[in-house]
């Protein structure tokens, strides 16, 4: 495995916290999540919640769980001699939380010169102390500002885009850090944000409203950004919708009825672009879905794709071939399905060897390994500074 070798304790309670632990893992780092309580388990409002609900499930797998209480001195003993072996820390607890207990990357740093401690906040080190919300960082990013019709308030996306681009710009800052430690012997402190992340996507659109670009307000057809000419957007048909990317005009022309768009010019498909733009919808609207894929089909570089629900996406024969769906194991008498890991190496996908642990799965495991004897163990337990868990074995 790729990672193999690389030992990691996660210290996270959203969502793009503990997919970065999962793409880790995955790679073949041995990954332990660190909890002291279910807030890295729970999403709330989403289905099967629960300790081993569906939220966890999505970003569990391949790692272990300890549970011990940090803000003890037994527990910062047990972080110090956790840090002797596994020197990365994934640290996408609440602001301030760590260091409320006592748990300062600078006095670490003195006694473990290797580590490299990944800090991922929602707005980044500074003043701002945003809640790790996906759809709040949309609206400060900019980002939910460039989707909807004009007429109406802004769209935020519909899935957790930031949040999940966030999730592997901690994986890369990580294995980059850990690269260069690996020539140098040198630590590092590897920071990143749901701001950052969400900013970073959008790296053509401030990209061309920051050198003069021309930023046009949001229209109420379907052109799907600010900066593009007609067509760019989702259009609907007789009975769906389908999106048409730049298209030439005279291309155009010969789809659509005669005399609609001809006094139209390729220099109108930006500057009179909402117009053109509506001539397009409703021409659209007078075929079905499958009727234009046919008439696209036939046509050389003509860019589209009908939009697609869930039941039909599951269905698609370009989504099959790639296998993305795995099962993540039982949850309440029922099987539960997720994707796996989104790349292929070598043209084989990262097995999932573990299921998501239980809640201190792995505790006497790791303590055992940090050289803790089994009295020492009861005893911490006894005073409720450690949580074990022996019932589930992957």
């Not at 989104?342 to 792995?362: E, K």
Request: aromatic share 8%; charged share 25%.
């Amino acid at each position: 495995m790729m990672l193999e070798g690389m030992k990691i304790l996660s210290f996270v309670h959203g969502l793009y916290g503990g997919s970065a632990s999962q793409i880790l893992a995955d790679l073949g780092a041995e990954v332990v999540r660190v909890e002291w309580d279910m807030t890295g388990r729970i999403r709330p409002g989403s289905v099967l919640d629960g300790e081993n609900g569906l939220f966890f499930q999505m970003t569990g797998r391949n790692q272990k769980s300890i549970s011990f209480n940090p803000q003890s001195p037994e527990g910062i003993d047990i972080l110090h001699r956790l840090l002797q072996d596994y020197d990365i820390v994934l640290d996408n607890s609440p602001p301030g939380l760590l260091e409320g207990w006592g748990i300062q990357y600078d006095e670490l740093l003195r006694s473990h010169k290797q580590l490299i401690w990944c800090i991922c906040t929602a707005d980044g080190s500074g003043c701002c102390q945003s809640p790790d919300d996906e759809l709040l960082m949309e609206a400060k990013s900019g980002l939910a500002s460039l989707n909807g019709p004009g007429s109406k308030p802004p769209v935020p996306a519909g899935a957790a885009l930031i949040e999940q681009h966030a999730a592997v710009l901690i994986a890369l800052g990580i294995i980059a850090a850990a690269r260069h430690r690996n020539i140098t012997g040198q630590g590092h402190k590897v920071e990143t944000s749901l701001l950052s992340a969400s900013l970073d996507l959008q790296i053509e659109t401030i990209g061309y409203y920051l050198n003069g670009g021309r930023f046009i307000d949001r229209a109420d057809t379907g052109l799907s950004t600010r900066i593009h000419q007609s067509p760019y957007g989702v259009y609907p048909t007789a009975d769906g919708c389908i999106t048409v990317s730049l298209t030439h005009h005279d291309r155009l022309c010969s789809l659509f009825t005669p005399g609609v768009i001809e006094n139209f010019t390729e220099q109108d498909a930006m500057e009179r672009r909402v117009e053109f733009d509506q001539m397009i919808n409703q021409e659209m609207q007078k075929k079905t879905t499958a009727q234009w894929v046919e008439i696209f089909e036939r046509m050389e570089d003509m860019w589209f794709a009908p939009v697609n629900e869930y039941e039909q996406v599951m269905k698609d024969d370009q989504v099959l071939y790639n296998r993305p769906f795995i099962e993540l194991g039982e949850s309440e008498g029922r099987i539960l399905r997720g994707l796996g890991h989104a790349n292929y190496y070598d043209g084989v996908r990262p097995a999932v060897r573990n299921l998501p642990p239980a809640f201190g799965q792995h505790t006497d495991e790791i303590l055992e390994k940090a050289g803790y004897t089994q009295r020492e163990l009861n005893q911490l337990e006894r005073k409720g500074l450690i949580v074990r868990n022996h019932e589930r074995k992957n």
